[in-house]
């Protein structure tokens, strides 16, 4: 069974960092690209980030791009989201999220709140 | 970006009645989407994909059309289990971009 299990969240201060992890179990993660993904309070879904197989690709939409950086640990089945600079419109609950063959999102963790407030 | 208009925004119908949703795309996305359905404080779950590939484990009376900009999900007899919001996503092309999603409840 795929399990994807996200942790780190927290409630930051605007302008500081955190850093999100997501254990992955029940498939090859190595073969996988791998998102994040998130949702603002009573909000829609905004992709975050994704990362290639290996790691050496990484895609990120204007939102957060130089300020968040995704990152994998294929021996330790491991997906991270280093977030940096935060803002209040961080806030949300982010979802870590498989990529299937294409690059719809086959399986979701239970996802973590990130609340950004001073 | 490709925008993605997903309509319509809250629909309240009957059990075992048939729904449809639609998501028109800025631009054609060549049947890269996928629908997924968010019950009430839980994650998203994937439904279909490629526009009208059911994803392993979803039942049958969901089904995704539709080609270029336009497409659909329809779920044939409804059940109270199905109450949720249900989101389109393109995956044609980067960033992946998703609709603003639908709130269907039972009438």
């Known amino acids: 069974e795929v399990q994807l299990v996200e942790s780190g969240g927290g409630l930051v201060q605007p302008g500081r960092s955190l850093k999100l992890s997501c254990a992955a179990s029940g498939f090859t993660f190595s073969n996988y690209y791998m998102a994040w993904v998130r949702q603002a309070p009573k909000k829609g879904l905004e992709w975050v980030a994704t990362i290639s197989t290996s790691g050496s690709r990484t895609y990120y939409p204007d939102s957060v791009k130089g300020r968040f950086t995704i990152s994998r640990d294929n021996a330790k089945s491991s997906l991270y989201l280093q977030m940096n600079s935060l803002k209040s419109e961080d806030t949300a609950t982010y979802y870590c999220?498989?990529?299937?063959?294409?690059?719809?999102?086959?399986?979701w963790g239970q996802g973590v709140m990130v609340t950004v407030s001073s | 970006d490709i925008q993605m208009t997903q309509s319509p925004a809250s629909l309240s119908a009957s059990l075992g009645e048939t729904v449809t949703i639609e998501c028109r795309a800025s631009e054609d996305i060549y049947n890269g989407l996928a629908w997924y359905q968010q019950k009430p404080g839980k994650s998203p779950q994937l439904l279909i994909y490629n526009a009208n590939s059911l994803h392993t484990g979803v039942p049958s009376r969901f089904s995704g059309s539709g080609s270029g900009t336009q497409y659909s999900l329809k779920i044939n007899s409804l059940q109270s289990e199905d109450v949720a919001s249900y989101f389109c996503q393109q995956y044609y092309n980067y960033p992946l971009t998703f609709g603003s999603g639908t709130k269907l409840e039972i009438k």
């Open positions: 999220a498989r990529h299937g063959v294409n690059d719809y999102l086959d399986y």
